[in-house]
């Protein structure tokens, strides 16, 4: 290799391991998938565990609320900034210290003696995992080129995503029936364990030799506006959006994005370039993300509702119904590559949306009978088949076409619209189900508006991602 062609490579911050052996890229893969499929836990496990949780430390349940936005709020808030650290500061490093952090302070969670030592813990987790999941993508599609090996390995990494939040709410009843809840947490810890001595002799790491300074401004601007938009919504969530600390949230949230929007439009390094931002593929495929993430969340929510206030079945059984899902998204996962490989990653994540709307709109023939389990076990697997391949065909929609030194902001954005997707269904439409006399009548109106707002959204892509036509 030319000493050109080095620099070239190396100020790109391609490792050199691109074109390593494929059992050292099988490795890396293992590893970093690994790492997302702990994550996914965290956001899942916790939930059918809330309140044995509550009685053993003494919170109140409107304060169980925090177990679950603790973690959200940190690992929202500081995705863009740390994913941007590991393009500046070597992504390796920060991958490395976020499984450090997310280790430690599982352990802390799993022992916590009062409220705050548990809360403290779920907000580190968050932190760990705002430095684990945007360096462990972009280190992902770094070591894999565009096309079927990229496809591919995204393939596999959503999957297990999909995967990972299905099987924690089935393990969530299992492990607090049988050791209590506190194992819970002892499972994270045990899976930070296992990854984080295999992580240094395998990934590869980044390099940046221009090394340009962090834009402090944008950083403060951007994760402070997530930061409140964020705890507004979770908190709407369990409040609804008439508290006075949710609209002062949500109006500083939104003013310190646009603050934001005019630094980095100033700056000579930005946080974000908003050239990224103005690509078509970046934007339009975030917004099916978004779209694909919020509205299925908002499914789930409805649905688990349905499963146990109207059929009255037990956290446990509404578990096992919600595992079709993951066995859905375990068996179609192989699959999904070819079907992106074959019509492009564009007019995938549009017909998975479609998809995804239609099956959904199947749940409107759930009722009081005893088949309605069975009706909303099919529905809401077909659903997921078409709701992990848009996960799948939106990250690659995103990331395709972005240069290397900047794959740490695509991804940072692919995990930021991942978090403010789940967190930001449920307030928004899922307080309707909660908030009407009838449950029956909620959970149809929102599906309804759910359907809806994801076959709009897929025909708006549809034009969005369109090619232009260039004259002869």
């Not at 022992?111 to 995992?129: C, E, H, I, K, N």
């Not at 077909?382 to 900047?406: K, M, N, R, W």
Request: hydrophobic share 50%; aromatic share 6%.
């Amino acid at each position: 290799m030319t000493q050109s062609t080095e620099t070239a490579s190396a100020t790109a911050g391609t490792p050199p391991e691109r074109g390593a052996a494929p059992a050292r890229s099988t490795l890396v893969l293992v590893v970093l998938c690994a790492a997302q499929f702990m994550v996914a836990l965290d956001f899942s496990v916790l939930n059918v565990a809330l309140p044995t949780l509550g009685g053993e430390l003494g919170m109140s349940p409107a304060a169980l609320q925090w177990a679950v936005t603790a973690f959200a709020l940190p690992s929202g808030g500081f995705l863009l900034i740390l994913g941007r650290a590991g393009d500046l500061f070597g992504r390796r490093r920060i991958f490395l210290a976020g499984l450090v952090v997310f280790g430690a302070s599982s352990l802390l969670a799993t022992f916590a003696w009062d409220p705050a030592s548990f809360l403290t813990g779920r907000a580190l987790q968050g932190v760990g995992a705002a430095a684990i999941v945007p360096t462990g993508m972009s280190l992902l599609t770094t070591t894999f080129p565009e096309g079927p090996l990229r496809d591919r390995a995204l393939s596999i990494s959503g999957t297990l995503l999909s995967l990972g939040f299905t099987v924690g709410m089935v393990m969530g009843g299992v492990l607090t029936d049988t050791l209590g809840w506190r194992s819970t947490m002892g499972l994270l810890a045990l899976f930070s364990l296992i990854v984080l001595p295999l992580a240094p002799g395998v990934l590869p790491e980044s390099k940046n030799p221009r090394r340009p300074r962090l834009d402090v401004p944008g950083a403060l601007t951007v994760t402070g506006g997530l930061l409140a938009v964020i705890y507004a919504l979770s908190t709407a969530a369990d409040r609804g959006f008439g508290g006075v600390d949710v609209i002062v949230a949500l109006i500083a949230g939104v003013l310190l994005l646009a603050v934001f929007v005019v630094v980095e439009s100033r700056t000579a390094d930005p946080l974000i370039s908003l050239t990224t931002l103005r690509r078509r593929t970046v934007a339009w495929g975030n917004l099916g993300g978004l779209v694909t993430l919020s509205m299925m969340s908002t499914v789930v929510f409805v649905m688990g509702l349905y499963l146990q206030q109207v059929l009255d079945l037990s956290a446990f059984q509404t578990g096992l119904v919600f595992g079709f899902q993951g066995l859905a998204a375990a068996v179609s996962g192989g699959f999904i590559p070819k079907v992106v490989g074959r019509f492009g990653s564009g007019p995938t994540l549009v017909g998975s949306l479609v998809g995804q709307g239609l099956f959904c709109a199947g749940l409107l023939a759930v009722g009081t009978a005893g088949h309605s389990v069975w009706v909303a076990a099919v529905c809401l697997a077909l659903a997921c088949v078409c709701h992990l391949a848009a996960i799948i065909s939106y990250g690659l929609t995103v990331t395709s076409g972005v240069p290397d030194e900047e794959q740490g902001l695509a991804t940072g954005l692919v995990t930021s619209t991942q978090q403010i997707g789940i967190t930001v269904g449920i307030p928004l439409l899922g307080v309707l189900a909660t908030t009407t006399p009838d449950l029956m009548d909620g959970v149809r109106t929102v599906i309804v508006i759910d359907v809806a707002i994801v076959l709009g959204a897929a025909l708006l892509i549809a034009i969005g991602l369109r090619r232009p036509r260039t004259s002869a």
